[in-house]
C-alpha cells in the first residue's frame, strides 16, 4: 500500500454453484512477505450500523499491536495512516473498500493507525490481533483532524463514540509523546524477524 507496513490482501476464491471459499488468512505466506511472524494472540470483532466511523486507533509501542483487519458481513471504508514520528511517509494514508464479498483483508503493522467508516448496516468487522488488549496504551486521533484531510466521503453525520468524537489532534498526540517512533518500530519489526534470543 501507500503506507509502508501496510499490506492490502487479496484473496482466491474458489466459486461454484455452492457459493465460495477462500483463505482469509495464512501465518506463513504473511510471514514470508513480512519477512517476521505474525503471532495472533487475540481475535476481536465489530458489529456496526452504517454510517458508524470507528477510530482511528493504534496503540504505544510498547507494548504494540499489528492487525490483520477483514469484514465477514457488510462493507467498509477502512483508511490507514502512517503516524510513526520521524517516517519518510509520515501522514501518508490510504483507504480501501473492504467487503464480505471481496474477502479483502489489511495487515496494519505496529505504529500505523488505522479506521473505518461502516457502509452498510449491521456491518461486522474482524480483527486477528498479534498482542492482547492492555488498558491505557490505546492512542486515539481525531479522525476529522484537518491535519490529515482523510477522505471518509461521509453522506450524513457519522455515529461515533463519545472517545473517537473527542480524541486528540496529531499533533496534541505527538507533541505528548504518544506517537511511536520510526526508528524504535523497525527496531520492534527486526527483533520479531530475529525472534526469542
Not at 454453484?17 to 465489530?46: C, K, M, T
Not at 454510517?51 to 490483520?68: D, E, I
Not at 495487515?107 to 461502516?118: D, K, N, Q, R, Y
Not at 468524537?165 to 523497525?186: F, N, Q, W
Amino acid at each position: 500500500m501507500a503506507v509502508p507496513d501496510a499490506y492490502h490482501i487479496t484473496p482466491h476464491q474458489h466459486r461454484d454453484e455452492r457459493g465460495s471459499f477462500y483463505e482469509s488468512f495464512r501465518h506463513d505466506r504473511l510471514a514470508e512477505e513480512l519477512g517476521r511472524p505474525v503471532p495472533v494472540a487475540q481475535v476481536n470483532y465489530s458489529v456496526s450500523r452504517r454510517s458508524t466511523l470507528r477510530g482511528l486507533h493504534g496503540t504505544l509501542l510498547p507494548p504494540g499491536q499489528a492487525k490483520v483487519v477483514c469484514v465477514v458481513r457488510g462493507a467498509v471504508l477502512d483508511i490507514v495512516v502512517d503516524l510513526r514520528v520521524g517516517s519518510p511517509t509520515w501522514g501518508v494514508h490510504e483507504a480501501n473498500r473492504l467487503s464480505a464479498e471481496s474477502g479483502d483483508t489489511l495487515f496494519v503493522a505496529e505504529g500505523l493507525v488505522h479506521g473505518f467508516l461502516a457502509l452498510t448496516d449491521d456491518t461486522c468487522v474482524s480483527y486477528l490481533c498479534s498482542t492482547e488488549f492492555v488498558p491505557g496504551t490505546q492512542v486515539d486521533i481525531d479522525p476529522f483532524d484537518p491535519d490529515l484531510a482523510l477522505p471518509w466521503r461521509l453522506s450524513e453525520a457519522p455515529l461515533m463514540s463519545r472517545k473517537d468524537s473527542t480524541a486528540i489532534s496529531v499533533a496534541e498526540a505527538r507533541d505528548t509523546g504518544l506517537l511511536a517512533r520510526y526508528e524504535d518500530c523497525l527496531a520492534y519489526y527486526e527483533a520479531l524477524r530475529e525472534g526469542p534470543r
